[in-house]
C-alpha cells in the first residue's frame, strides 16, 4: 500500500520538477517572444524554432536529454523546459503584436521613450495573451513530467510506471489521478491569479 508520506514525497517532487521546468521557460519564452514581436529580421528563426519544439514528442524529448544530462532530474528538467518555451514564446510575441498600432503611435506622440512604451503600452495589452500561453505550459509540462519517471527523475510517474510493471491497477491510478488533480488544481490558481491581477483573457 502507499501511505500519505510517500504519497506527499512523490507529489513534492513533481511539482518541483515541474515548477523549475516552468518557471525558467517563464523567462526565456517572455525574453525570446518580446525579441521576435520587435525583431523583424529574428523573427522567423525564433518563430519556427518554436514550431518545431511544439511537435517533439515528450518522450522523445526527454530520452535525447539523457546523452548529454544522464539520468535523473536535471535532463528531466531540461527536457521539460524545452517543452514548454513554445507556447509562451509564441503566446508572447502573438501578444505584442496585437498591441494596437493607434496606441503606439499617441504614446509616442506623447514624447514616450520606447522603454516607457513597452512597460506602459505594449506589456499591459500583450499580458492576456502572454498569461494565457504560461498557463497552457504550466498543464502540459505537468502532464509532461509523468514520463520523468521513466529516466530515473521521480515524481508521481512513478506510481503508473510501478503500477505497469507489477500489474497492479489501483497503483497506476493513484498516479494518473494525481496528476490529473495536480493540473486542475494548477489551472484553478493559475485563473484566479489572472482575475486577481485583473487580466482579460
Partial sequence: MIDAADF????????????SALAIATLLGLAFGSLSSHAHAARGPIVTLAGIGRVIPSLALIT????????????????????????????????????????????????MT??????????????????????????????SATLAAFIGAGGLGEYITRGLDAN?????FIGAVGVAALALLTNLALGTLRRLIGVRT
Fill in 8 to 19: 506527499a514525497a512523490h507529489l513534492q517532487r513533481h511539482v518541483e520538477l515541474a515548477g
Fill in 64 to 111: 535525447l536529454m539523457i546523452p548529454v544530462f544522464g539520468l535523473g532530474f536535471r535532463s528531466a528538467c531540461v527536457a521539460l523546459t524545452l517543452l514548454a518555451i513554445p507556447p509562451i514564446l509564441i503566446n508572447t510575441d502573438l501578444g505584442f503584436r496585437s498591441v494596437d498600432p493607434a496606441a503606439s503611435d499617441a504614446a509616442r506622440g506623447m514624447g
Fill in 168 to 172: 497492479i491497477t489501483s497503483i497506476l
Fill in 114 to 143: 520606447a522603454t516607457q512604451m513597452f512597460w506602459r503600452i505594449e506589456w499591459p495589452a500583450a499580458l492576456p495573451i502572454t498569461f494565457a500561453g504560461v498557463q497552457t505550459a504550466a498543464i502540459e509540462v505537468i502532464a
